[in-house]
């Protein structure tokens, strides 16, 4: 069963086109990968998939159109603005997503490794701390499907590579579907089931050793990027 599916997904902004004519799908209980050069499309994809941006062409979530399954869908965006002044604890923060149940905050805090930042100021959160909570804010509704826009951008490789068996666990032990942007294709690699290169078009889709080669890589990026397959 296909958790995500798209038909000729295009999405225009004015004369512009950003995506043309995409069609995939993702596999349910599937970690995909979406790779590609900054101003590639990866983020208005997402948006597109979500309902956030008009887009021509059919998009299924579980089989239904997108408004239909909201409420089985979690997204982390890329940049969390807010006011770093306010006075709100990461306790306070997550207790508005689940306002009458506050064991299950405590439990998704738990589950990231955040308890200790439950009393912190959200905004004296460092960037890896903050992309757990949010993580853990996007767990508490127990969603089928997991959309995470650059989830380790501002985060250390260290801090990168638990934060990444995270993403992992969440997808075993939660049978959550999740699709995920990056631009780290050595961890997309190890980790992905499936890869959507994107660049305006779908230049490759399929699993990371049989799309992330020396070709595609090129082609996506227009110059050696520091990394091959092992095998390549």
Request: hydrophobic share 40%; proline share 5%; aromatic share 6%.
């Amino acid at each position: 069963m296909s958790a995500v599916s798209a038909k000729n997904l295009t999405v225009r902004f004015g004369n512009q086109t950003i995506l043309d004519r995409l069609n995939f799908e993702v596999a349910k209980g599937s970690v995909t990968a979406v790779i590609g050069p900054n101003g590639s499309g990866k983020t208005t994809l997402f948006r597109a998939l979500l309902g956030f941006v008009h887009s021509e062409g059919i998009v299924k979530i579980f089989q239904k159109p997108v408004q239909e399954s909201l409420p089985r869908i979690s997204y982390v965006p890329q940049r969390f603005d807010f006011d770093r002044s306010l006075p709100i604890t990461v306790n306070e923060f997550l207790s508005f997503a689940s306002p009458t149940d506050a064991s299950r905050a405590q439990e998704v805090c738990h589950e990231v490794k955040a308890d200790k930042l439950a009393d912190k100021l959200i905004g004296e959160l460092s960037g890896g701390e903050l992309q757990r909570v949010l993580i853990a804010q996007a767990l508490i509704k127990e969603p089928d499907l997991l959309f995470l826009d650059e989830p380790s951008a501002g985060i250390d490789i260290e801090g990168a590579k638990t934060f990444y068996e995270l993403i992992r666990h969440v997808n075993q032990e939660h049978e959550a579907t999740i699709m995920l942007i990056s631009h780290d294709v050595g961890v997309v690699y190890e980790m992905a089931d499936q890869v959507l290169c994107v660049k305006k078009t779908l230049v490759a889709n399929g699993p990371p050793r049989q799309v992330l080669t020396k070709d595609v890589l090129q082609k996506l990026f227009g110059q050696p990027i520091g990394w091959s397959a092992p095998n390549l």
